[in-house]
Every structure is written in structure tokens, then in C-alpha cells.
């Protein structure tokens, strides 16, 4: 059983191959969509130039969110508030497709909560098949709860993901599509909790509960 307190180099490889899978589509839409942008008659297509747009904020989105979720996310980490870290989540969402929803809340999780809470949150998008809601929320009781609920017709995690979650398993049977269980159910251990996820009709739910 691998220490929950040491990270295998191969779950940061892997990472590292996520992040630079997730950033290649909307980088090479901006660069397919920049030879397109410009007609024969020199007019710019509104349609072409939206994708781009798109694209390139979608892009600066995910690696502003890798940015806490993965790596120590600037000296600002620690003061992300409730409403910030929706921010962070809804700059990656293809709005026409997926809908958002987080309270307004200028409550300081802390850096621990805000990094499980966005790594949770990739889990959820994980879950929705291109469309669906996404939820994140946090109640504070005994401990600071946080949930995330992904809730589309066929919502559900891929079985390997599933695997991943568990505590056992084994980081050499690791893929990049099956990563991001293992390191969010990690980082809910490294942090003195456990990573509970329950199913229901086209629903997924991640849930925590830090300790005070």
C-alpha cells in the first residue's frame, strides 16, 4: 500500500500528461481557428472568431485552475474565497453545454479545502458525458463539508476512475484518464478525511468532510 503521505513520481508524470491533454484541444482550436479567422475577401468570420475567443479564455482558465488544484497556486491560494474558486471552475465550462452553480460566499476555505474542493470539482466534469450541471458546495459543521454533485443522462465515472479511487490501488495500473481519482481521493487522505462518492439517476456525488 502506497504511503498516503508520499505522491509516486508516476501519479505526477501522469498529471503532467493530463494537464498538456486537457490544454491541447483549445490551443489547437485557437491555432486552427487563426488560419480560418481571415476570408478570401480579407473579412474576419464572426463565427471563426468566437471559436478562437473561446478557446484561448478556455485555455487561460485551465491553467489558471491547475494552477491551485495541481501545483501551490501563488501566494493567493490561501485567501481564495468560496466565490473564487467558482470563478476558477466556471472559466473552464463550455456554457452552452453545462450549466454551474456555486453560492456567493466570501468564506476563506483555506489552501487545502480550495485545492481538494477544485480537484473534486475536475472529478465531477469528469463525470457529465459534454453536458450536464456541475454543483459545488461547503457547509461548515464538525468539520468543513465540501460537495460536489454532477447531475446529466448517463452522468457517471468511468470504471478505471472508479478503481483509482480506491485505497489500494495500485499507481502503476494508473492511466492519464484515471489520474485524477487517484490523486483527489489522495489529497482527501492527505488532508485527514476520506473522498465519499455515492450514485444515484444520472448523479454523481463527491463528498468530504475536513476536520476543523
Request: glycine content about 8%.
Given at each position: 500500500?502506497?504511503?498516503?503521505?508520499?505522491?509516486?513520481?508516476?501519479?505526477?508524470?501522469?498529471?503532467?500528461?493530463?494537464?498538456?491533454?486537457?490544454?491541447?484541444?483549445?490551443?489547437?482550436?485557437?491555432?486552427?481557428?487563426?488560419e480560418l479567422l481571415v476570408d478570401e475577401d480579407?473579412?474576419?468570420?464572426?463565427?471563426?472568431?468566437?471559436?478562437?475567443?473561446?478557446?484561448?479564455?478556455?485555455?487561460?482558465?485551465?491553467?489558471?485552475?491547475?494552477?491551485?488544484?495541481?501545483?501551490l497556486g501563488g501566494e493567493n491560494a490561501d485567501?481564495?474565497?468560496?466565490?473564487?474558486?467558482?470563478?476558477?471552475?466556471?472559466?473552464?465550462?463550455?456554457?452552452?453545454?453545462?450549466?454551474?452553480?456555486?453560492?456567493?460566499?466570501?468564506?476563506?476555505?483555506?489552501?487545502?479545502?480550495?485545492?481538494?474542493?477544485?480537484?473534486?470539482?475536475?472529478?465531477?466534469?469528469?463525470?457529465?458525458?459534454?453536458?450536464?450541471?456541475?454543483?459545488l458546495d461547503f457547509n461548515a459543521g464538525a468539520?468543513?463539508?465540501?460537495?460536489?454533485?454532477?447531475?446529466?443522462?448517463?452522468?457517471?465515472?468511468?470504471?478505471?476512475?472508479?478503481?483509482?479511487?480506491?485505497?489500494?490501488?495500485?499507481?502503476?495500473?494508473?492511466?492519464?484518464?484515471?489520474?485524477?481519482?487517484?490523486?483527489?481521493?489522495?489529497?482527501?487522505?492527505?488532508?485527514?478525511?476520506?473522498?465519499?462518492?455515492?450514485?444515484?439517476?444520472?448523479?454523481?456525488?463527491?463528498?468530504?468532510?475536513?476536520?476543523?
Open positions: 500500500m502506497t504511503d498516503h503521505k508520499q505522491l509516486p513520481f508516476r501519479v505526477a508524470e501522469l498529471l503532467c500528461s493530463r494537464l498538456c491533454h486537457d490544454l491541447i484541444s483549445p490551443v489547437a482550436a485557437v491555432s486552427n481557428g487563426l480579407g473579412s474576419v468570420d464572426s463565427e471563426v472568431a468566437g471559436l478562437v475567443r473561446f478557446s484561448i479564455g478556455q485555455a487561460a482558465g485551465w491553467l489558471t485552475l491547475f494552477r491551485v488544484a495541481y501545483g485567501s481564495l474565497t468560496v466565490t473564487d474558486l467558482g470563478v476558477l471552475v466556471d472559466g473552464v465550462i463550455e456554457r452552452e453545454k453545462m450549466s454551474f452553480d456555486v453560492p456567493a460566499s466570501d468564506v476563506v476555505p483555506g489552501r487545502d479545502a480550495s485545492k481538494l474542493s477544485l480537484n473534486m470539482a475536475i472529478l465531477g466534469l469528469e463525470a457529465l458525458p459534454n453536458r450536464g450541471r456541475l454543483l468539520g468543513l463539508e465540501i460537495k460536489v454533485t454532477a447531475q446529466a443522462d448517463g452522468a457517471a465515472l468511468r470504471p478505471e476512475t472508479v478503481a483509482a479511487l480506491q485505497t489500494g490501488c495500485d499507481p502503476d495500473s494508473l492511466t492519464a484518464r484515471s489520474v485524477q481519482g487517484y490523486f483527489t481521493a489522495w489529497l482527501a487522505r492527505r488532508f485527514g478525511s476520506a473522498l465519499s462518492v455515492s450514485t444515484g439517476p444520472d448523479t454523481v456525488t463527491l463528498s468530504v468532510t475536513l476536520p476543523q
